[in-house]
C-alpha cells in the first residue's frame, strides 16, 4: 500500500544576492568603460526572471569604492546606533502586531488585509503610489512589498504614519532594470 505524505515546516528565509548589471560590470563606472552591445545586456539580464526580481524587495547599486574611502577613518553611524534603531523599529512591530492579535511577528509577515490595515497612504503618498504604477509597471506584488518596505521605512524614523518621503525611499530600491 502506497501512502503519501506531505509536511510543512516553517522557516523564514533572508535572501542576499549580488550580480553584475551588465556583463562587463563597468557600466557606470567612472573609471572603466562598458563596452556591451544592447543585446549581449538584455540577454545577460533575462538570465534572471522577472518573477524572481519582483520578489527581492531592495535592490542597490553598488559603485566602486576608492582607496581613500576604504583605508581612511569610518564615518557615519555606529553599528551600535543602527542597532538600537532597528531593535525599536522591530519593538514597534511587535507591539502593532501583538495588539491586532495576529500571528505576524514582523512587517514582512504581513497579508494583503494587514497591509491594508496598517499601511494606509495619505493623500499624496497615494498620487506618488499611483504615478509609480504607471510609469514603473509594477505589479501586484511589487506594489505590496513597497508598501511593507515603506511601513519599515516609517518604523525605522519612529513615525507612526508612512510619509512621501518613507514612500519615496521605497520606491528608489526597486530594481532599475527590468526584465521584459
Do not use: W
Amino acid at each position: 500500500m502506497n501512502c503519501f505524505y506531505a509536511l510543512t515546516f516553517s522557516a523564514n528565509s533572508q535572501l542576499i544576492a549580488a550580480m553584475n548589471p551588465y556583463p562587463c560590470g563597468n557600466y557606470g563606472d567612472p573609471q572603466k568603460a562598458c563596452g556591451c552591445a544592447p543585446a549581449v545586456v538584455t540577454k545577460y539580464q533575462k538570465r534572471i526572471s522577472g518573477p524572481l526580481l519582483d520578489r527581492i524587495d531592495i535592490h542597490i547599486e553598488v559603485p566602486r569604492v576608492d582607496y581613500e574611502k576604504l583605508s581612511g577613518d569610518r564615518m557615519g553611524e555606529t553599528s551600535e546606533a543602527i542597532r538600537k534603531r532597528v531593535q525599536a523599529a522591530r519593538n514597534i512591530q511587535q507591539q502593532r502586531f501583538t495588539s491586532s492579535q495576529s500571528d505576524m511577528i514582523c512587517n514582512a509577515d504581513m497579508r494583503v488585509g494587514e497591509i491594508r490595515q496598517f499601511c494606509k497612504l495619505q493623500d499624496e503618498g497615494q498620487s506618488l503610489m499611483r504615478a509609480a504604477m504607471t510609469q514603473l509597471n509594477l505589479s501586484a506584488r511589487a506594489y505590496h512589498r513597497i508598501l511593507k518596505l515603506a511601513r519599515t521605512i516609517a518604523d525605522l524614523a519612529g513615525s507612526e504614519e508612512i510619509q512621501s518621503a518613507h514612500l519615496g525611499e521605497a520606491l528608489q530600491y526597486r530594481p532599475k532594470l527590468m526584465i521584459g
